[in-house]
């Protein structure tokens, strides 16, 4: 799908990949409509773009916000993308953290998500043509310690995406399901960003992540991750996991030492 063809509703574009990638859409002539629960970010975009974009604040983990995006969708004039790209996540030992925060974490990255491409689908499948884009991460195929209710969240994300891809086999709605490695968003704490350069590993500029994302969706790739070694370890965890748990062996006790101090 070409930008200029896109009328995407895009979750999560008042901050890092997010707005990164409305940044990017709207230049290139796709018609938008932003979602997010903090719309300062977005006002620069409305301004240079008015007859491309528009905003919605609404938080999609309540129903209320769901209702609010299904009812601006339907005065849209046509959605035949949607970008779930809203998320959170939380670095620390699964023992740090209480039940509220791993209800939160879930009930954003999974729960809200599945809920809110049930509720559009019937306008998706209104169009000639029509896209699911689902901004997972290396994550959601490698358990990576001190992340465990995240890699829960996008694991399920991408099994989501396998199974409605699916499920819409006969229809016009193709599902893609796209895989950043780390990111430097606001979504990382400092911690995190000193455990990578530690461990030196790698972190994109959310820029460039937001150009890989639009070339998954001029070529409707199913399945696009990023980064190398990242995408040869997701390959080694399916086929051989057990040489992935001696790498992150090795790595474990400055996982460690990063989670019990990150505050």
Known sequence: ?????????????SGGIGLALAQRLASEGAHLLLVG??????????QRFPQNVQTVQADIAS??????????????????????AAGVNRFGLLDQQDEQQIAELIGLNVTATLQLTQRLLPLLRAQRRALVINVGSTFGTIGYPGFAAYCASKFAL?????????????????VLYF???ATRTPMNAP???AMNDELGVAMDDPEKVAAELLQAIRHEQEERYLGWP????????????RVVDQALRKQLPIIQRFARHKH
């Open 230 to 241: 990242e995408r040869l370890f997701v390959r080694l965890n399916g086929l051989l996991p």
């Open 158 to 174: 991408r099994g989501f995406s396998e199974a409605l891809r699916r499920e819409l086999a006969d229809t016009n709605v193709r």
């Open 179 to 181: 895989a950043p490695r």
């Open 63 to 84: 129903r209320a916000g769901r209702d609010a995006l299904v009812a601006a969708a339907q005065n849209f004039g046509g959605l035949n993308c949607l970008i779930n």
């Open 191 to 193: 911690s995190v960003v």
């Open 37 to 46: 629960r903090r719309l300062e970010p977005l006002q620069p975009l409305l």
């Open 1 to 13: 799908m070409q930008p200029t063809d896109c009328r995407a509703l895009l979750t999560g574009a």
